[in-house]
């Protein structure tokens, strides 16, 4: 089945220029999520989208950080005015809760896409 | 702010070799998921725990998580090459009766195996 797609799958940009990330989640995941990860390091958390309700934007670094999710589907992560720091390999993850365990809880389990390069100059 | 300590960061050892790496905090999670990440791509989740003292088997690889619920391992016998990679744990925890989804990860170990 199809997984998570990630587009463009490397981006080199000039710092100042903005840039579009796009990710297209498994089809019938409610959950969408942005990480950025630096070489060989862990992820850290940007911004989530859950169904219809408000994004938790709390992990955005500044203003210049922004994303949108059309239609329930389909998420572009805007980047605007690049800085050198914002090189990194930014993730895009999918889920659906599923049930766990005996206690009747219901967890949300990720699926991640294989991430765009950005190398800002 | 839920941390996650992951050690050892790097891990260079012999195929044939057994190795353990720890993740560990001071904050309670609702579930721990390791992942295992090759160049190139994205994390791939290899197990979930959710009940404090679970221990979970996926052939040669066992995941263990605290009674408490703040840390959980990962032991890997009789390691192979194809076992080399970037081994991420990330830590959930709930609003009402669902997962929120938002992970915390620890800074990853890097498993070197070598023939």
């Known amino acids: 089945g199809a997984g998570v797609s990630q587009s463009p799958s490397n981006k080199v940009t000039e710092k100042g220029k903005d840039v579009e990330l796009r990710c297209d989640p498994i089809?019938?995941?409610?959950?969408l999520y942005w990480y950025r990860q630096s070489l060989g390091q862990g992820l850290e958390f940007l911004i989530y989208?859950?169904?219809?309700?408000?994004?938790?934007k709390s992990g955005l670094p500044s203003d210049r950080f922004s994303a949108e999710r059309t239609g329930g589907s389909v998420s572009t992560l805007t980047i605007q005015r690049t800085q050198q720091e914002d090189s990194a390999v930014y993730l895009c993850?999918?889920?659906?809760?599923?049930?766990?365990?005996?206690?009747?809880?219901?967890?949300?389990?990720?699926?991640f896409g294989p991430g765009t390069r950005l190398t800002v100059l | 702010t839920q941390l996650l300590e992951q050690s050892p960061q790097f891990l260079s050892i012999q195929e044939g070799e057994n190795l353990t790496v720890y993740c560990n905090s001071s904050?309670?999670?609702?579930?721990l998921q390791w992942y295992r990440q090759e160049p190139g791509e994205g994390p791939v989740l290899l197990v979930t725990?959710?009940?404090?003292?679970e221990v979970k088997k996926l052939k040669r690889l066992t995941f263990q998580f605290g009674d408490a619920r703040k840390d959980s391992s990962l032991h890997i016998t009789a390691a192979q090459p194809g076992d080399t990679g970037l081994y991420l744990c990330?830590?959930?925890?709930?609003?009402?009766?669902?997962?929120?989804?938002?992970?915390?990860f620890g800074q990853g170990t890097i498993l070197t195996v070598h023939p």
């Open positions: 993850a999918s889920s659906r809760p599923r049930r766990l365990g005996t206690s009747g809880l219901s967890y949300n389990e990720q699926f």
């Open positions: 089809s019938g995941h409610t959950a």
């Open positions: 989208f859950q169904g219809n309700s408000a994004p938790d």
């Open positions: 904050s309670v999670f609702s579930s």
């Open positions: 725990v959710v009940t404090g003292g």
């Open positions: 990330a830590g959930d925890r709930f609003a009402g009766g669902t997962s929120y989804g938002k992970l915390t």
